[in-house]
């Protein structure tokens, strides 16, 4: 498996980054938000994920594992293929995805050039239900727990949104529990982001 990809950057173009590593050039089909923050000629490190299909392989990048991690769990939602979910990234960030399904929210999904309101549902409804079966709300201590149970909370719907990107339920509610509960929850979310990956 290709976990990362490291290299000058050689040739951008739409929906494709090419990055040259010890001499072979990589073609990486990617998102616009990850496309926005690459430059011809600079380093570049894209996470990757490859994804095989009958006709052969294709590799995917992204500029942080949260977008990385968004784009395998876009792929995991019935009827949504790596065309479809490198649009929903290009069209929100991992943050807002995030917060789209714990709070149930389909209409900014549809948005979504190409994702009608019924696909936009079954992502959130999908994904949401993902969520739930990993909650572990029991093994989080004190007010923690109180949060996580608490879905229309702010801090409640920042550790779902976390669990979203991949974090554990755990790491989720002590990241958020580091900030005040009264923020917005966008703001907590991007503190405990920050937080969470200058931890890792």
Request: net charge neutral.
């Amino acid at each position: 498996m290709i976990y990362s990809l490291r290299g000058k950057l050689i040739h951008l173009e739409n929906g494709l980054a090419v990055v040259e590593c010890a001499g072979v050039g990589y073609g990486v089909r990617t998102s616009a938000a990850t496309l926005s923050g690459l430059t011809v000629g600079e380093e570049a490190t894209l996470y990757t994920h490859l994804h095989v299909m009958e006709g052969g392989l294709d590799l995917f990048g992204f500029a942080s594992r949260a977008e990385l991690s968004c784009f395998r769990m876009l792929l995991g939602v019935s009827r949504v293929g790596p065309k479809l979910a490198l649009s929903v990234l290009s069209t929100v960030t991992p943050e807002q995805l995030a917060l789209c399904v714990a709070s149930g929210d389909a209409k900014t999904l549809s948005r979504t050039p190409g994702l009608g309101m019924k696909s936009a549902q079954r992502i959130v409804l999908e994904l949401k239900d993902k969520v739930d079966k990993e909650q572990t709300a029991a093994a989080l201590p004190g007010a923690m727990a109180a949060a996580a149970a608490a879905p229309q909370s702010g801090m409640g719907e920042a550790i779902s949104a976390l669990v979203v990107l991949g974090y554990t339920q755990g790491e989720a509610a002590a990241a958020v529990a580091s900030f005040p509960a009264d923020w917005p929850v966008e703001e907590l979310i991007k503190g405990a982001l920050k937080k969470l990956a200058s931890a890792g």
